[in-house]
């Protein structure tokens, strides 16, 4: 069960007699179904998502356990399996590398395990790094406990990473104190914290930190003070100020007492950045603080006293905290000119402060200048200058703007990205301040107020955790101006800071492990494209600046149901400049667009420019009962606009209606996740959801919370998937999907697999831009340019398709996603010219790998591109032989036959059985076919020898033939093929090569005679032995037996120059005309059977025959491309039973040259033009059936077909929507209506007489089918 995305083992509980389980692979967290499993003795569970192993502590019986590259840190419920001993092979009898192992598995129980014998691979892990991460040079009164803890973490030697289980040892050396605990062990995240309740004594207390195999310990430092608290002004000019104020000494300690002697300041033009103290002086009434490089103005908040302050030509844009200071109106009031305020201190707070009666003086526009960031080091007290430091954060500087002009550029606008102040060589210019100054580090920086339009980002280091009250960095913007702080000095922090001051929220859409957003939390390095939308009229990613020429406004309509299971919710919006972008944001407590149950991005929408436009979103409910979100609005010149959309009432909204599900498995999948009530409100709670053995859709389209779906079975219509606008995870391969039109809206689709299905037509792709996982494997996809623009994809597989024209991938290949690497599976196509890519010249830091394994590449690809192109650093998979033989593969058309060999035998075992003999009772032979060849139609047991062509380059080609030619249904095992094969020669030929490949064994007849046999059961692409033949002037028959016991089913079957023999020059323009075309064929066709001399003799052998009218439709040339546009000439077309007998004497011709396969070709397109003269319904078969029946129907031009199936007594039993069908012949089980024999419940109905009515248009038919059982 490897490699299958498989979540839930829970079926798994009732095999109590497996012995041996694979489970490698997949999605698996809980491992709790195997722990009745107690027969087990081999079980592998690698590359899954499992953490706990408790489980498996009574599997004593277990000789040999895979658990490689989990999430495992804890391995002390495996000590008790003492078979896991050392059995002689290559692998360990327990491998638990690539795990997260704890310090207690990888010092306690894996060593116990050893003790006992047990045979242990592991990944050894060893601390290394012991870093501080903060509660240093903290102050505490006597007797007191400090603020915070001291917090310390450990990392590992291999990785650098955190190391859980690991005991820390904290010892005060030094002063009085007592410490929470003196040893701990390190969480999941390698952190351990320890609290110092300070003693009686005044003084320092020093605690040293160590931890196992760490040579070097870490010290913490605490001051014990009097009661007479004192106060921390950070900014060492603010403090000087105000001790200049206060006449005392600079030296001196400023105390809380000190701070309420104050009644006026004045610091103006003094650099000032940090207010942080300033709150004690709470009886100031006139405070000046002109001309600084303040930005925030909290601690002013406890200064309501104050009835005059001067804020003019500082960094400030939120005034928030300013509107308690209502004493204000008493004085002069507040100044607050020359600062960048934003639209909610000018249009919310400030009015506040005005209507309290305030005078507040601001500018209400304020010319703007360049946008530019600038990078700010801020160091912790008493660190010296790092050019270390300053030259990684000149690199990140250029790392994260080339990140965003990478990340524009992939959406399609262009490289824009935003620019950061500069030295004369181009390099970002640092700005250097250091944390918590004293009388002599002293800044006299002035080049901060040089510009309003500014981003500050400033790079904290080894501060006093109370200067930043986050964990790794915080940011915010209004679009004129912002700021980002970062702790983490790392790309993915830097970039998601500088992202949230560009404007951008959380987004924690398709948030899982790396796949996530920059947005988001952890590794992630890629935009979203509503981020990279917004970002495309932002001011700091335009150099042509714009004016704030109007507001956005938003009026906030009622929001109204959307059938089936969704909410609409509109917003009338407004924005003189023209609107860009709408987006809604909020808490997501059901998971619906997130893994995270916070504030984040839930949707985006572009918008057309209009100056006015009603935005709505539809969108699945968040909550089953109340929910509320927040629009955001940006126009085109970068002004934006918010509001609320107040409470959603989901119930009055949604009414619950019962839902029913016409597929008896889908229904049955349902119920097991949700319950047995399936009504439109029940599917709101499938988030993960899969199932098998699926036919029938309808009902999904409920689903709407959906995140992944996997789906199996023989899907044909995924219409119900359409409005599943929240799936990043859809699973469809291996059904029968043509049409996926219906995915065009799923535009958060992160993975998509439709691999080994029936698609051609990959259009609808080209908007899904979230893609970066698409297997689009074993379907007959020939045009890839939809894919040509550049997208997220990191992981596209193509193999198995008809591509030849790789060109339109190059786009896609040149502009790879940032820091990452694109995996590109071209194999088993028909590529023979790889030149195009020659244009591709990745980055070093990016990886591509290109597969093209199976490909016919011709000598100049392999001999001068491919190395040419492994020097630019793009890895290459290719298979070098297949050249050689390539033009010699025999394609068909076949002629078919297959045979049951006894349950279990077959393939090597069967090859020399002669199951031709034992499904005939003896009346034929393989001998007799061998030798005398078959002719299409005649039956053999169950079966009739089929004609049908198989692919040259796919493995699995006869399953795949056998399906198509309609022999078989999906997959069999233990059977045997023969293939049946006969071409004329005009001279002998001897010492022919012969090549073979095949899966499982094969045996190989030519004119009765076996040349070549295999009794092995193997797995081999393409040629893998080559042997020489004689080949005899006339006729030679070849027939090919391959024996298949399960898995893939496939041969390869070549002759030298088989594609060079040709034909006599043929005189194709039967009537003299000048041109070929449909009337010379008509004109053959009217002479078959004629002889003697006669135009129509295109061949010149003496007889009009099917060769020469195969001929004449292979030379009709471009203008007969469309076999459909002769409908419209005079010409009188021949009917469709004529054209198929055509094509069943055609399949048995010889193929001399490629005109004869373009005649036939050219022959199928014909009769798919022919479509019928009338819609007609026709009758079921089988009839009578027990349980299932197929029923046919012809329509003569396109229609939306529905079946309705009643009982006798006028009762609908079920009624079956097979959608929008195309003009056409539906007769095949591939293409005929399907009816199980179930009612709508999903029941067995009983025996007796049904009526089946078929609707097609305007058009209806109703005919009776009989069920005996």
């Known amino acids: 069960l490897g490699h299958r995305n498989i979540s839930d083992i829970s079926l798994l509980a009732e095999l109590k007699n497996l012995v041996s389980l694979d489970l490698r692979n997949n999605n698996i967290s809980d491992i709790s179904p195997l722990a009745e499993l107690i027969q087990l003795t081999s079980l592998v569970l690698q590359n899954n998502n499992i953490s706990d192993v408790s489980p498996l502590a009574e599997l004593t019986q277990l000789n040999s356990l895979n658990l490689q590259n989990n999430n495992i840190s804890d391995v002390s419920p495996l000590v008790g399996l003492i078979n896991l001993k050392p059995h002689g092979g290559f692998y360990s009898a327990l491998n638990i590398q690539s795990n997260p192992l704890n310090y207690a598995s990888i010092n306690t129980h894996i060593p116990a395990m050893q003790a006992k014998g047990i045979d242990v691979a592991f990944s050894e892990r060893v601390p290394e790094t012991l870093l501080q991460i903060f509660g240093d040079a903290q102050q505490g009164g006597v007797n007191l406990a400090l603020p915070l803890p001291f917090v310390v973490q450990v990392l590992d030697a291999w990785g650098d990473a955190p190391f859980e289980g690991v005991p820390v040892t904290f010892t005060i050396t030094a002063g009085d104190g007592e410490l929470s605990a003196t040893t701990v062990e390190t969480d999941i995240n390698g952190r351990a914290s320890v609290h110092l309740r300070m003693g009686a004594t005044l003084g320092t207390t020093t605690v040293r930190v160590t931890a196992p195999n760490i040579s070097e310990p870490l010290l913490f430092t605490a001051t014990t003070i009097p009661h007479s608290k004192q106060v921390i002004v950070r900014d060492g000019n603010l403090r000087a100020k105000i001790m200049e104020t206060l006449g005392k000494p600079f030296d001196e300690t400023l105390t809380i007492t000190d701070m309420l002697q104050l009644r006026t300041l004045t610091a103006d033009d003094i650099g000032i950045y940090d207010l942080t103290g300033l709150e004690y002086a709470t009886n100031l009434t006139s405070l000046s603080l002109q001309n600084n490089k303040i930005a925030n103005v909290l601690s002013l908040i406890t200064l309501t006293q104050l009835t005059t302050l001067d804020l003019r030509n500082n960094w400030i844009s939120d005034v928030s905290p300013l509107t308690s200071l209502v004493h204000l109106k008493n004085g002069q009031g507040l100044f607050l000119e020359g600062n960048r305020l934003n639209t909610a201190a000018i249009r919310t707070y400030i009015p506040l402060l005005q209507a309290a009666g305030v005078n507040v003086s601001f500018d209400s526009a304020v010319t703007e200048s360049a946008y530019i960031v600038r990078p700010i080091y801020l160091r912790g007290h008493g660190l010296r200058h790092d050019p270390e430091m300053t030259g990684k954060i000149k690199n990140l500087m250029r790392e994260v703007q080339q990140f965003y002009a990478d990340q524009m550029e992939i ?546 080609n006869i399953n795949d033939c056998l399906n198509r030619i309609g022999m078989i249904e999906s997959d069999v095992n233990d059977h045997s093929a023969y293939a049946l094969f006969s071409w004329v020669l005009e001279t002998d030929r001897t010492g022919v090569g012969m090549y073979v490949g095949c899966d499982d064994a094969i045996k190989i007849w030519l004119n009765g005679e076996v040349v070549y046999r295999t009794a092995v059961n193997r797995h081999l692409y393409n040629f893998g032995r080559g042997f020489r033949v004689n080949l005899k002037r006339g006729e030679n028959l070849l027939l090919v037996k391959v024996s298949q016991r399960e898995a893939d089913w496939s041969m390869f079957v070549g002759i030298d120059g088989f594609e060079d023999i040709q034909a006599p020059d043929v005189a194709a323009d039967v009537n003299g005309d000048g041109i070929v075309n449909v009337q010379d064929l008509v004109l053959v066709s009217s002479r078959l059977g004629q002889t003697g001399q006669t135009e129509a003799d295109v061949n010149g052998d003496g007889a009009v025959n099917i060769q020469d009218l195969v001929l004449v439709a292979g030379a009709l040339g471009d203008a007969a491309a469309a076999p459909s546009a002769f409908r419209a000439t005079a010409t009188a077309l021949p009917s469709r039973a004529t054209v198929e007998q055509w094509l069943t004497d055609a399949y048995r011709l010889p193929r001399l040259d490629a005109r004869l396969e373009r005649g036939i070709a050219w022959l199928e397109r014909l009769l798919a033009a022919l479509v019928p003269e009338e819609t007609a319904l026709l009758a079921n078969y089988p009839n009578p059936f027990n349980p299932e029946t197929w029923i046919p129907y012809e329509l003569a031009e396109p229609a939306e077909v529905a079946l309705r199936i009643y009982a006798v007594d006028g009762a609908l039993v079920r009624r079956l929507v097979l959608g929008h069908r195309a003009a056409g012949i539906y007769r095949s089980k591939s293409r005929a209506a399907y009816w199980d024999g179930r009612n709508i419940q999903g029941e067995k109905v009983a025996s007796g007489v049904y009526f089946y009515t078929f609707s097609a248009g305007d058009f209806e038919a109703t005919r009776k089918m009989l069920i005996r059982k």
């Not at 510009?451 to 500050?456: E, F």
């Not at 983490?488 to 790396?514: K, M, N, Q, W, Y």
């Not at 209606?657 to 499938?686: C, H, W, Y």
């Open 411 to 956: 959406y399609g606008f262009g490289r824009k990205t935003f620019q950061f102040e500069t030295d004369a060589d181009g390099n970002a210019f640092v700005y250097h301040i250091n944390g918590r100054f004293t009388e002599n580090a002293v800044p006299e920086f002035n080049w901060f107020d040089s510009s309003k339009n500014i981003t500050r980002l400033v790079f904290v280091e080894d501060l006093n955790p109370n200067t930043v009250s986050y964990p790794c960095g915080a940011g915010h913007g209004d679009g004129h101006s912002g700021y980002a702080e970062v702790a983490c000095i790392s790309f993915i922090t830097v970039a998601h800071e500088l992202g949230h001051a560009f404007g951008l929220p959380h987004d924690f859409r398709h948030s899982v492990g790396t796949a996530g957003y920059i947005m988001s939390y952890g590794s992630q390095n890629m935009l979203s494209q509503c981020a990279a939308e917004w970002l495309d009229v932002h001011r700091y990613f335009n150099t042509e600046r714009t004016a704030a020429d109007g507001d956005v406004t938003i009026e906030v309509l009622p929001p109204l149901p959307h059938p089936p299971n969704a909410i609409r919710l509109r917003f009338n919006v407004t924005a003189p400049a023209g609107l860009h972008q709408a987006r809604i944001s909020g808490v997501d407590p059901s998971g619906t667009f997130s893994n995270r149950r916070e504030h984040g991005l839930l949707a985006c929408k572009f918008l057309n420019g209009n100056s006015s436009e009603t935005v709505d979103f539809v969108i699945p409910p968040l909550s089953p009962d109340t929910f509320g979100v927040v629009l955001t609005v940006i126009d085109k010149h970068g002004n934006t606009g918010s509001a609320g959309s107040g409470t959603v009432n989901v119930p009055s909204l949604l009414p619950e209606q019962p839902v029913s599900i016409p597929d008896p498995n889908l229904a049955a999948a349902i119920r097991k996740e949700i319950g047995e009530s399936i009504t439109t409100r029940t599917p709101f709670n499938l988030i993960e959801f899969s199932a098998v053995e699926i036919t029938d859709l309808t009902g999904m389209e409920y689903a709407s919370n959906l995140r992944s779906l996997n789906l199996s079975g023989s899907i044909s219509d995924i219409s119900p998937l359409s409005g599943l606008t929240q799936l990043h995870s859809l699973y469809l391969g291996g059904n029968n999907i043509s049409d996926i039109s219906p995915l065009s809206e799923l535009k958060n689709l992160r993975r998509l697999n439709l691999g080994g299905n029936n698609i051609s037509d990959i259009s609808p792709l080209a908007e899904l831009k979230e893609i970066w996982r698409l297997d689009l494997n074993d379907n007959n996809i020939s045009d890839v340019s939809p894919l040509a623009d550049p997208t997220q994809i990191r992981w596209l597989d193509l193999s198995n398709n008809n591509i030849w024209d790789v060109a339109p991938l190059v786009k896609l290949a040149s502009v790879m996603p940032f820091r990452n690497s694109l995996q590109l599976r071209l194999g088993r196509n028909n590529i023979s010219d790889i030149s195009p890519f020659l244009a591709l010249d990745p980055p070093e830091t990016t990886r591509l790998w290109l597969s093209l394994w199976g490909n016919p590449l011709n000598d100049p690809s392999r001999n001068r591109h491919i190395p040419a192109l492994q020097a630019k650093g793009i890895q290459f998979t290719f298979s070098p032989s297949i050249q050689a033989h390539a033009r010699s593969e025999i394609t068909g058309p076949w002629l078919w036959m297959i045979a049951p060999t006894i349950q279990f035998e077959g393939g090597a075992r069967s090859i020399d059985v002669d199951s031709l003999a034992a499904a005939s009772n003896g009346t034929v032979t393989e001998a007799d076919v061998a030798t005398h060849g078959a002719n299409a139609g005649d039956r053999l047991g169950n079966f009739v020898w089929t004609p049908g062509r198989i692919s040259a380059l796919q493995n699995n």
